[in-house]
Nanobody, 122 residues
Framework: QVQLVEAGGGLVQPGGSLRLSCAAS????????MNWYRQPPGKERELVAG????????NYADSVKGRFAISRDNAKDTVYLQMNSLKPEDTAVYYC???????????????WGQGTQVTVSS
């Protein structure tokens, strides 16, 4: 059974920090690109950060560059999102995503966690 289990969300004051984690199981974690998405209240889901299967490349939404950092530990089948200098506009449900492209004979997939709430408020 494929599972992506997020943890680390909660309530934090503006300027504070949180570290989200996503523990993966049921598939070969090291083959998957991992992403963090978020969905603010009443807004569409948006990509926050992504990291390649080896961790060799990352990308970030402009709104979080310099404040957030995605990382992964393939030995622990876990991806992290370190969030610093949090702002109220960072408030959202954050989702972990595992993606592998369907190319040729390679079976692709697109898995999602259940989400974890991050609230930034004074």
């Amino acid at each position: 059974q494929v599972q992506l289990v997020e943890a680390g969300g909660g309530l934090v004051q503006p300027g504070g920090s949180l570290r989200l984690s996503c523990a993966a199981s049921g598939f070969t974690f090291s083959n998957a690109a991992m992403n963090w998405y978020r969905q603010p209240p009443g807004k569409e889901r948006e990509l926050v950060a992504g990291i390649t299967s080896t961790g060799g490349s990352t990308n970030y939404a402009d709104s979080v560059k310099g404040r957030f950092a995605i990382s992964r530990d393939n030995a622990k089948d876990t991806v992290y999102l370190q969030m610093n200098s949090l702002k109220p506009e960072d408030t959202a449900v954050y989702y972990c995503n595992a993606r592998r492209r369907w190319i040729g004979a390679t079976m692709g997939y697109n898995y999602w966690g259940q989400g974890t709430q991050v609230t930034v408020s004074s």
